[in-house]
């Protein structure tokens, strides 16, 4: 597609479910992000895909979190056992190789956790 | 390691004046330096990027920055600000080597004032 794809846009869940969020990159780009945004605050770094493999996984916050790419395509980040904290909105962002080119970024999935 | 500093997370300004965002980095390598902008319940938006051409920088919606290695300093700047301009800003720096995700500053969000 011509942007980043996230779905869905808008999450409630309840404590304890299990939740799974999607994220299409722009075709062709292989370097795939996922990143946190709490609300007031600035991005924090989850996970980064190089095709499908995870180069770095340093942000992933606990074992509840996971995510995995197929390809260089569609990648997905599942929290399990959701937490109140684990609310914020999480964004998804891709870019060709190297890090010159910048990110495009998803319009992110705000997940509720009540 | 990398770091990224933005001083003050909330700006006002009125409509005409100066817009100046500051944004302070630490890389142990030559850096790449973007900034982001983000809208209302929106992803984040490449406004401009520094990967070692001109120092000078200039971007969309008349927004530019100046990269000064010898202060680690990269802020943005537009000589008159707009209404449609007030949105959250956010500054990130990069390098080639390493870990390869950006590293993002807290943001600072843009009042602009009639």
């Known amino acids: 597609g011509a942007g980043v794809s996230q779905s869905p846009s808008n999450k409630v869940t309840e404590k304890g479910k299990d939740v799974e969020l999607r994220c299409d990159p722009i075709?062709?780009?292989?370097?795939l992000y996922w990143y946190r945004q709490r609300l007031g605050q600035g991005l924090e770094f989850l996970i980064y895909?190089?095709?499908?493999?995870?180069?770095?996984k340093s942000g992933l916050p606990s074992d509840r979190f996971s995510a995995e790419r197929t390809g260089e395509s569609v990648s997905t980040l599942t929290i399990q056992r959701t937490q109140q904290e684990d609310s914020a909105v999480y964004l998804c962002?891709?870019?060709?190789?190297?890090?010159?080119?910048?990110?495009?970024f998803g319009s992110g999935t705000r997940l509720t956790v009540v | 390691a990398q770091s990224v500093t933005q001083l003050g997370s909330h700006v006002s300004v009125s409509e005409g004046a100066l817009v100046l965002l500051r944004c302070n980095y630490s890389s142990s390598v030559p850096p790449y330096l973007f900034w982001y902008v983000q809208y209302p319940n929106q992803g984040l938006q490449l406004l401009l990027k520094?990967?070692?051409?001109?120092?000078l920088v200039k971007g969309i919606n008349g927004f530019e920055a100046e990269f000064k290695k010898s202060e680690t300093s990269f802020h943005l700047t537009k000589p008159s600000a707009h209404m449609s301009d007030a949105a959250e800003y956010f500054c990130a720096v990069g390098m080639d080597t390493g870990r390869r995700a950006l590293t993002f500053g807290s943001g600072t969000r843009l009042q602009v004032q009639p």
């Open positions: 895909f190089q095709g499908n493999s995870a180069p770095d």
């Open positions: 075709s062709g780009h292989t370097a």
């Open positions: 520094y990967t070692s051409a001109a120092t």
């Open positions: 962002a891709s870019s060709l190789v190297g890090q010159g080119y910048g990110y495009t």
